[in-house]
């Protein structure tokens, strides 16, 4: 079984351009969530979604963040105009509910230049 | 989610036991126990988690005291390749887990 898949792996971006990142979750699982960490602290929530449905995002940034996961295809972490401080990783997990086991995948550094 | 209090660091000894704790005075009743490692900076690999009985799979024993509020986690046989930061979080059946700074494992040959 495919674990959950992120990609690109490494994102270099200057600021002000916008950084996309894609998640594809476990075979099976409907839920996706979005971490960030910054270099040297633990994993910070960001938000929670569902097929076609934002379920909490209050881990969000209120400005240049959002976040998709539509029917088909993977859940896309969007980040506008970035600044130097975007720079991190961050990490996507997946379970098969919203009470079951979170499964992470390998994470896609981003590096604003 | 309740707050979760562990060592920053520890070190082992390989082959020998690994015994990690974790404290959590203000869990819930419906709250469970989760452990997850993050290798170098690799995405947390989930370990094991238990609501209040001790727990045990191929990779570790997770053993939680009577009244809950605190438990440890047990690497039998540490390995080099066991050397992680290690995060015990307690998460109701909700949605997001809240990571703190976890304990960093050294464990050395």
């Known amino acids: 079984n495919a674990g959950v898949m992120q990609n690109p792996r490494h994102l270099v971006r200057r600021r002000g351009q916008e950084a996309r990142l894609r998640c594809s979750p476990m075979?099976?699982?409907?839920?996706v969530y979005w971490y960030r960490q910054l270099p040297e602290e633990g994993l910070k929530f960001m938000v929670y979604?569902?097929?076609?449905?934002?379920?909490?995002e209050s881990g969000m940034p209120k400005e240049r963040f959002s976040a998709e996961f539509p029917k088909e295809g993977p859940s896309i972490l969007r980040i506008q105009q970035v600044v130097r401080g975007d720079s991190a990783a961050y990490f996507c997990?997946?379970?098969?509910?919203?009470?079951?086991?979170?499964?992470f995948g390998p994470g896609t550094r981003l590096t604003v230049l | 989610d309740a707050k979760t209090t562990q060592p920053p660091s520890m070190d082992c000894a390989e082959g020998r036991a690994a015994n990690l704790p974790c404290n959590h005075s203000t869990i819930s009743g419906n709250e469970y126990v989760y452990w997850y490692r993050q290798i170098h900076s690799q995405g947390p690999q989930y370990i094991i988690h238990g609501l209040k009985n001790n727990e045990t799979n191929e990779m570790a024993s997770l053993i939680i005291t009577e009244d809950r509020k605190s438990s440890t986690l047990i690497l039998p046989h540490a390995t080099l390749r066991d050397t992680a930061v290690y995060y015990c979080?307690?998460?109701?059946?909700?949605?997001?887990?809240?990571f703190g700074a976890g304990t960093r494992l050294t464990v050395k040959p």
């Open positions: 997990a997946s379970s098969s509910s919203g009470r079951d086991t979170q499964y």
């Open positions: 979080i307690v998460r109701a059946n909700n949605n997001d887990m809240r």
């Open positions: 979604l569902q097929k076609e449905n934002i379920i909490d």
């Open positions: 075979k099976g699982h409907s839920h």
